[in-house]
């Protein structure tokens, strides 16, 4: 018996699916952008009576501005990182699957702003595709994040008639490849510049209570944390995990970046080198929050040497990461 001929395979594409960013370091592109992010139910859990009235009479007045001002601080050439990576990464996943002999599309989407989606997912439909694969590009599970992809793929499910098979990567944390890219990233970061005190891995926070109500972010950068501090051989005392990007008055996971950090350089620690694993693509919240912000506060406390280790981007070994964690999750459909 011979197998069927490989044009009756259903074809098969991965959609690679990020936050999503403003079109433009523009206050109009930043208020376009925070509405709907900020509208998310997912992201901000707060009842929609309370919380309208501060997006819309507050947030809205004055955010845009301000972050409209640090995105412009980022911006590259070619637009915003965050898509100019995503963008970046999806071609090369397409290169990289097909030399592995995979014969798949791969697009990439943003869950605010755009290419959206659900307008994604439609010309993979006019393209006759039949199964996809979503891959979030959020290492660790969090409902705001790897919760709200699926939340728009639901939605775009409620209105298609003829459905594509569908899959969902949840997270890849503690995939060993993952692990190898950003154990690489670092080592190749000492190899230039040497190694420093201490090593700060920060992480996105989210308010602490997402922890009690069953949410296993918090659990999964830990777990990042300590992976990578194994496979870098660290000790406990020359490593710690926090997190950044603080949004509103609440008591968010702790310990902070920044606080971290100047706690540090007030105790005599001279350098530090941060990494950003939960991040696959550098952004505002890399660049700016932490290469700019953070950096000058360390510094400003008397920190000596401060160094940024860049996210996974385009490098190779983090598009091996993709790679594995793709073909994990494609076994079985594309030849
Ligand atoms: C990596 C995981 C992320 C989690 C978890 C997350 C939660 C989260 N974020 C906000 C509020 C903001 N985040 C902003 C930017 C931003 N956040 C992530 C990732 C996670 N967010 C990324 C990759 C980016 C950068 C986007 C880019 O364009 O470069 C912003 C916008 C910037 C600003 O105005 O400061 C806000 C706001 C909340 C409230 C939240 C969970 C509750
Ligand atoms: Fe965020
Ligand atoms: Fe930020």
Same mark, same amino acid.
Do not use: I, N
């Given at each position: 018996m011979t197998n069927p001929p490989d044009t009756a395979a259903p074809t098969t594409a991965l959609l690679l699916c990020n936050l999503g960013t403003p079109d433009a370091p523009t206050a109009p592109a930043l208020r376009r952008y925070l509405a709907e992010f900020l509208s998310d139910r997912r992201v901000v859990e707060i009842p929609r009576l309370a919380w309208l009235p501060i997006l819309h009479g507050i947030i809205l007045?004055?955010?845009?501005? @301000? *972050?409209?001002? $640090?995105?412009? *601080? &980022?911006?590259?050439? !070619?637009? *915003?990182? /965050? $898509? =100019?990576?995503? !963008?970046?990464?999806? @071609?090369? /996943?397409?290169?990289? /699957? #097909? !030399?592995?002999?995979?014969?798949?599309? &791969?697009?990439?989407?943003?869950?605010?702003?755009s290419p959206a989606i659900g307008s994604v997912l439609d010309q993979l439909r006019a393209e006759g595709i039949e199964r996809v694969l979503v891959l979030p590009a959020y290492p660790q599970y969090c409902g705001a994040t790897t919760g709200s992809v699926t939340d728009a793929i639901a939605q775009w499910v409620l209105k298609t008639r003829a459905l594509p098979e569908l899959r969902f990567v949840n997270r890849y944390h503690g995939e060993p490849a993952y692990i190898n890219a950003l154990a690489d990233s670092v080592r190749r970061h000492w190899q230039a510049n040497g190694q420093p005190e201490r090593l700060v891995m920060s992480f996105h926070g989210m308010p602490a209570r997402t922890t009690t109500l069953g949410d296993p972010y918090h659990a999964e950068c830990l777990e990042t944390g300590l992976r990578l501090a194994q496979a870098l051989n660290l000790k406990a005392e020359q490593f710690l995990v926090t997190f950044q990007s603080r949004f509103g008055k609440a008591k968010w996971l702790e310990p902070y970046t920044e606080p971290s950090l100047v706690r540090l350089a007030k105790e005599g620690i001279a350098s530090v080198d941060v990494i950003c694993p939960g991040f696959a693509a550098d952004c505002l919240e890399t660049l700016e929050e932490i290469d700019q912000e953070a950096r000058q506060a360390f510094i400003v406390a008397g920190g000596k040497r401060f160094g940024y280790i860049p996210c996974l981007n385009d490098s190779e070994p #983090?598009?091996?990461? /993709? =790679?594995? =964690?793709? !073909? $994990?999750h494609l076994q079985g459909w594309a030849p």
């Open positions: 007045r004055t955010r845009p501005k @301000k *972050s409209a001002a $640090k995105y412009a *601080s &980022v911006w590259m050439p !070619e637009g *915003s990182p /965050l $898509k =100019v990576w995503t !963008e970046r990464q999806a @071609k090369l /996943l397409q290169g990289f /699957l #097909g !030399e592995r002999g995979h014969r798949l599309t &791969v697009r990439y989407a943003m869950r605010y702003g #983090g598009m091996r990461a /993709l =790679v594995a =964690v793709a !073909e $994990k």
